[in-house]
């Protein structure tokens, strides 16, 4: 429905937008290095640790992926100097995996140094599906030279729990999403039942055997996350658990986690390419399509 309206004649597109960007708002820091490092402050205040993003997917100009490569490498000296225990959060296609994988590779090992130097984690997001092999031979190839780094595995592909097997094996630090693009039912599940049901085995086969130091489960979903609490009580080893939710969604949440003292990360993303970041947020929930419904009518 969104991306029918966004793509609709019967909108002005600039309203539209506008629109978007004042519902947006709620999730995004700002479009610049400082909102997004005044942004993690004002987490950190909360008792939640910041995982930045810098917006932007699917960049195929070169100078675009250069400035893109750049403002990663500042914001990790930044969060050095500015003493910010935070992580950054990079999406291959934006440092050039939709142009070749060398280019890409070249651009997330030069953010990779960086980030070990300045003792930052580094995130590689799992974006759509004609991404994943290649994000997975990334992160591989990045990890062997720092292991302070993660990589996403979407509880909505069915080839994530084979994915999963492997990375556990390889010692990787992962992030359990549900996933957030639209793929093909041939490769995806589509209920959410289904997803859900990933989701749990996929958290039962991490907690029972991770090797790793961290395992993230990143979800505004209570029910998996009172499941995560009991299958990381009752696994032998006990592991790093961060509990990762994105910027503006289920704060009160947030608030009750810190209470209970378990380790909760805020992904909280920035810059000027905010419109398909907040498109699938907006996708995620009737309440936000009528939110934006309301907007449209009242202007
Ligand atoms: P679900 O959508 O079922 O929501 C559970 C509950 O959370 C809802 O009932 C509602 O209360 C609340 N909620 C969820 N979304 C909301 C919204 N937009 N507005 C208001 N309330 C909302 N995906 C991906 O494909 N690759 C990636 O790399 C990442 N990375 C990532 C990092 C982090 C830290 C998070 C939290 C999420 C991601 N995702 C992601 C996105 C993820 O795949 C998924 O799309 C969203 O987290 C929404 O799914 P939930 O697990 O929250 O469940």
């Given at each position: 429905m969104i991306d029918d309206a966004v793509h609709s004649h019967s909108y002005n597109p600039a309203l539209l937008e506008r629109l978007l960007l004042r519902v947006s708002r709620r999730w995004i820091a700002g479009y610049s290095t400082a909102d997004a490092i005044n942004a993690?402050?004002?987490?950190?205040?909360?008792?939640?640790?910041?995982?930045?993003?810098?917006?932007?997917?699917?960049?195929?100009?070169?100078?675009?992926?250069?400035?893109?490569?750049?403002?990663?490498?500042?914001?990790?000296?930044?969060?050095?100097?500015?003493?910010?225990?935070?992580?950054?959060?990079?999406?291959?296609?934006q440092i050039g995996l939709s142009i070749n994988y060398d280019t890409c590779l070249e651009n997330i090992l030069k953010i990779s140094e960086r980030s070990k130097k300045n003792g930052v984690f580094l995130w590689i997001d799992m974006?759509?599906?004609?991404?994943?092999?290649?994000?997975?031979?990334?992160?591989?190839?990045?990890?062997?030279?720092?292991?302070?780094?993660g990589?996403?595995?979407?509880?909505?592909?069915?080839?994530?729990?084979?994915?999963?097997?492997h990375?556990?094996?390889?010692?990787?630090?992962?992030?359990?999403?549900?996933?957030?693009?639209?793929?093909?039912?041939?490769?995806?599940?589509?209920?959410?039942?289904?997803i859900d049901r990933n989701f749990s085995l996929l958290m039962k086969f991490i907690f029972e055997n991770a090797k790793s130091e961290i395992i993230a489960i990143a979800t505004h979903d209570s029910n998996l996350i009172e499941e995560a609490?009991?299958?990381?009580?009752?696994?032998?080893?006990?592991?790093?658990l961060q509990f990762q939710m994105l910027r503006g969604i289920r704060d009160e949440l947030k608030k009750t986690l810190v209470l209970k003292k378990y380790s909760v990360w805020e992904y909280i993303p920035y810059g000027d390419a905010w419109l398909p970041y907040s498109i699938r947020r907006i996708r995620e929930r009737k309440r936000n399509i009528i939110l934006l419904a309301r907007s449209l009518i009242q202007s």
């Open positions: 993690a402050r004002s987490s950190l205040n909360f008792g939640l640790c910041p995982i930045l993003n810098y917006l932007g997917e699917e960049n195929t100009n070169e100078e675009q992926i250069t400035t893109t490569v750049r403002e990663y490498t500042t914001l990790l000296d930044l969060l050095s100097l500015n003493k910010i225990q935070g992580a950054v959060s990079v999406k291959p296609s974006e759509s599906y004609r991404y994943v092999e290649n994000t997975l031979s990334l992160y591989l190839d990045t990890f062997g030279g720092n292991n302070q780094v990589v996403v595995i979407q509880s909505y592909l069915k080839r994530s729990y084979s994915d999963l097997m990375l556990v094996e390889k010692r990787a630090n992962v992030r359990i999403v549900k996933g957030a693009y639209t793929e093909e039912e041939s490769i995806a599940f589509h209920s959410s039942q289904e609490i009991t299958l990381n009580g009752g696994s032998k080893s006990k592991h790093a």
